[in-house]
């Protein structure tokens, strides 16, 4: 019988304490959802950070890659176009037709679209010191566009 009222008494122990535990699982599951309204769960927002966070290198590189090719594009634009308007002029000048001037609307508008990209890029450069600064982004924001 000593052996019953030995387990017996390890059993209105463990309920106890089964008890209590529930009671404190209870007060605490309380406090959470004052704590964190709208059943938000530490644990699966620190997950979606590092998701995040995972995403943000990926998406730095793609950000970085689409800028040198605006910059390439920029580039290119700015040297066909000068130089088909340096071509246009020298013919008009050859056949006697008034040569295009500095102040046509179409030139001016040009030349402020990559003034307003170079001042983006200056911009960029200035607000962006990182020490891993020696990439693309680099190479980017050191070609300034110049209109000629």
């Known amino acids: 019988m000593e052996h019953n009222q030995a387990v017996d008494g390890l059993l209105s122990l463990f ?5 209590d535990l529930s ?11 004052q704590v964190y309204p709208d059943h938000a ?3 699966k927002l620190v997950e979606r950070l590092k998701k995040i966070e995972e995403e943000m290198s990926s998406l730095k590189d793609q ?5 040198a090719a605006k910059q390439d594009l ?19 000048a050859s056949t006697g037709v008034p040569v295009t001037t500095d102040d046509d609307p179409a030139y001016v508008s040009f030349n402020q679209v990559i003034d307003e990209w170079g001042m983006q890029v ?10 891993d600064s020696n990439g ?13």
């Open 15 to 19: 309920s106890k304490a089964n008890r």
């Open 23 to 33: 009671a404190v699982h209870n007060k605490l599951h309380k406090e959470f959802l």
């Open 41 to 43: 769960n530490p644990m």
């Open 63 to 67: 950000c970085g890659e689409l800028l």
């Open 74 to 92: 920029i580039d290119k634009a700015r040297i066909l176009l000068v130089g088909n308007r340096t071509l246009l002029q020298r013919l008009q």
């Open 122 to 131: 200056n911009s960029r450069k200035e607000d962006v010191e990182e020490p």
């Open 136 to 148: 693309i982004n680099q190479m980017l924001f050191s070609a300034i566009v110049q209109s000629n």
